[in-house]
């Protein structure tokens, strides 16, 4: 695609091209379960800023800290505890909820909710190991529960637009991708659950940060991943636990296109992905903390692509609630969160092995 | 180091900092051998341009181009065949032969250039193969040539500065590496030696454009490669004799940096090569494709490290002249290149096995 092409093929799109409800629709009401930092700060105000949504219960391992917290939103009508939430209290005051746990706590909620008839949307990666990111799946299944992961890559504008860019073939057939996500968590301690294998499973950089590459380079070209190789290690005295202070693996996707990935969590914040095709390149960076921007390069000219600034979280949550008023299947379903679950795996294994991991 | 810091330690750098000759010294009368478009178009205007470099002698498998462009150029003494080369023609016309031709015909004027008690800049990769690399390594040792492989990245200043920045420590320490070469060959028709394994060697993309992420990389992080994971394909019709169309390769190094590799010899023009540390970030780009421009980002601070345009080759030529012309050991002697030609053979062993292979 010529520049001029490339300008018009954005300007038409639209913001919120998944957006099928009417704005007066919902509210869809939320549970909150996991009341960390990510719930309080990112999707609390979020939610508090959407269009379709709503918190009205927040649930702690604490009945302290759900009690306050619900203290402290108009919206929440009540606060309770991980043990109140499996004995199903106030499952009246909720249609939906958000698991935010430590990622070996996702599926003991997803059970009950899916028991309690309850739509859900759980963090990613879905959960510890594979074999309890499966059991998430056919809990949802068997249930017939609405899920999704929440990959709110897929709601960002500019990730929206570069998948539109490729699928138009502004950058002729993809050829290669590189993705990085980095940054640092010793700030945070050493007491936290991202270096706790019991609680974050096979590691702490490639569950945590490599699966935005990896699931944004999905995503993207629609293409899953087929084949992995990986080398990782740890020095440092927080990660004697897991094997990924920083890791390097490169992954094969359907139709030939092989990203060179890296993660680590504890190097400076950078994060880009970048692809590259026989006829132009895409570049987003930032790319995924929080905030997306894209550059297109064809030729010799190098555009940067006007996209909305908007809050990601904000995004995801109403596509969320927009799939259940609209009774539609998320994109991001159980089935699509446990592809990258594989993916995970295989790069952990392929690490330890020293071998090119089938998935 | 703060921004501040920074700006102050690269206002104190010089242009050239590795001359150690006066601009009256000189000039290395050269020999070209092979004349195709590099040579001509590359190599002699920045031999021309140069402070301490002359073309005296042309070198072609035809005796019609040598004659031809021989009498282009007023420096030029003689233009001789490669036979005429080899039986010592015009020995006193030259000090020192830049050898252009394919990587499997490095070797043979190696032999004959040292024989000669001729100093030598050879072209990289080295050679073809390991073993003919190891040859060239032995046949410098044995006739104690003064001999160099030509990295053009070593003299760029951008290049130069950022060696200069992760040794004083400007973005902690490095924790990962994305490199990339791509271009397109595809307009230079299917009869080309960089598509013919006889003269190429392993592959078309690593070897030509995979070199530069694999060196830049050890030359600004002072550290040798020690083991490397490999994928690779061809699937267009031009590459039916080499494996590797698109390749995408990590390479560990000694101190535990990864950096994740592309090259790829049919997609669009780029290269970049991005060093992720525990404070900061260090980004060449454009890279490799003749000039290379440098940022640094510390914190929210990102700079653009202003450095001379240079001509790399010209650089490159003066250097290997300098060298000679103080009787020190050019820093890229033939170790240095053969300890790429292990590396690149790595890279192809990896692919076709599927394993991690040390070096």
């Given at each position: 695609?010529?520049?001029?092409d490339?300008?018009?093929y954005?300007?038409?799109f639209?913001?919120r091209?998944?957006?099928?409800?009417?704005e007066s629709?919902?509210?869809i009401?939320?549970?909150l379960?996991?009341?960390g930092w990510?719930?309080?700060?990112?999707?609390?105000?979020?939610?508090e800023n959407?269009?379709?949504?709503?918190?009205?219960?927040?649930?702690s391992?604490s009945?302290?800290?759900?009690?306050t917290?619900?203290a402290?939103?108009e919206?929440?009508e009540i606060?309770?505890?991980?043990e109140?939430?499996?004995e199903d209290s106030?499952?009246?005051?909720?249609?939906a909820?958000?698991?935010?746990?430590p990622?070996?706590?996702?599926?003991?909620?997803?059970?009950s909710a899916?028991?309690n008839?309850?739509?859900?949307?759980?963090e990613k990666p879905m959960?510890?190991?594979?074999?309890?990111?499966e059991h998430?799946?056919?809990?949802?299944?068997?249930?017939?529960?609405?899920?999704?992961?929440?990959?709110r890559?897929h709601t960002e504008?500019a990730?929206?637009?570069?998948?539109?860019?490729?699928?138009?073939?502004?950058?002729?057939?993809?050829?290669h991708?590189?993705?990085d996500?980095?940054?640092?968590?010793?700030?945070?301690?050493r007491?936290?659950?991202?270096l706790d294998s019991?609680?974050?499973?096979?590691?702490?950089?490639?569950?945590d940060l490599g699966?935005?590459?990896v699931?944004t380079?999905?995503?993207?070209?629609?293409?899953d991943?087929?084949?992995v190789q990986?080398?990782?290690?740890?020095d440092?005295?927080?990660?004697?636990d897991?094997?990924?202070?920083?890791?390097a693996?490169?992954?094969?996707?359907?139709?030939?296109?092989?990203?060179?990935?890296?993660a680590?969590?504890n190097?400076?914040l950078?994060?880009?992905l970048r692809?590259?095709?026989t006829e132009?390149?895409l570049?987003l960076?930032?790319?995924?903390?929080?905030?997306?921007s894209?550059c297109v390069t064809v030729?010799?000219a190098?555009?940067d692509?006007?996209t909305?600034?908007?809050?990601?979280m904000?995004?995801?949550f109403?596509?969320?609630?927009?799939c259940l008023?609209?009774?539609?299947e998320?994109?991001?379903?159980?089935?699509?969160g446990f592809?990258?679950m594989r993916a995970?795996?295989?790069?952990?294994?392929?690490?330890?092995?020293g071998?090119?991991v089938?998935?």
């Amino acid at each position: 695609m010529s520049v001029r092409d490339i300008e018009a093929y954005i300007s038409s799109f639209t913001h919120r091209d998944w957006q099928e409800s009417n704005e007066s629709d919902g509210p869809i009401r939320f549970a909150l379960v996991g009341l960390g930092w990510w719930t309080r700060d990112k999707a609390m105000p979020a939610i508090e800023n959407s269009t379709f949504c709503e918190t009205t219960v927040v649930v702690s391992s604490s009945a302290e800290k759900a009690n306050t917290v619900a203290a402290e939103h108009e919206s929440v009508e009540i606060g309770i505890t991980y043990e109140e939430f499996h004995e199903d209290s106030a499952a009246d005051a909720y249609d939906a909820v958000y698991i935010c746990t430590p990622n070996a706590r996702h599926l003991e909620f997803v059970e009950s909710a899916a028991k309690n008839g309850k739509a859900i949307l759980c963090e990613k990666p879905m959960e510890a190991t594979v074999e309890r990111a499966e059991h998430i799946v056919d809990t949802c299944n068997a249930a017939d529960a609405t899920a999704m992961i929440a990959y709110r890559m897929h709601t960002e504008p500019a990730v929206r637009r570069a998948r539109n860019l490729i699928d138009a073939g502004a950058i002729g057939d993809p050829v290669h991708v590189h993705g990085d996500m980095s940054q640092s968590i010793l700030g945070w301690g050493r007491e936290q659950w991202r270096l706790d294998s019991d609680l974050v499973g096979y590691g702490a950089s490639v569950m945590d940060l490599g699966i935005y590459s990896v699931n944004t380079t999905r995503f993207i070209l629609t293409a899953d991943p087929i084949a992995v190789q990986s080398m990782m290690r740890s020095d440092h005295e927080y990660f004697t636990d897991v094997p990924d202070e920083v890791a390097a693996f490169s992954v094969a996707f359907e139709g030939g296109v092989y990203a060179t990935c890296t993660a680590s969590q504890n190097a400076t914040l950078n994060s880009q992905l970048r692809i590259v095709g026989t006829e132009g390149s895409l570049l987003l960076e930032p790319a995924f903390h929080m905030s997306s921007s894209l550059c297109v390069t064809v030729g010799n000219a190098t555009m940067d692509i006007d996209t909305e600034q908007v809050d990601q979280m904000e995004e995801e949550f109403d596509y969320f609630a927009d799939c259940l008023l609209t009774d539609r299947e998320p994109y991001a379903n159980p089935e699509h969160g446990f592809v990258d679950m594989r993916a995970l795996a295989a790069v952990y294994e392929a690490a330890e092995t020293g071998e090119t991991v089938d998935i």
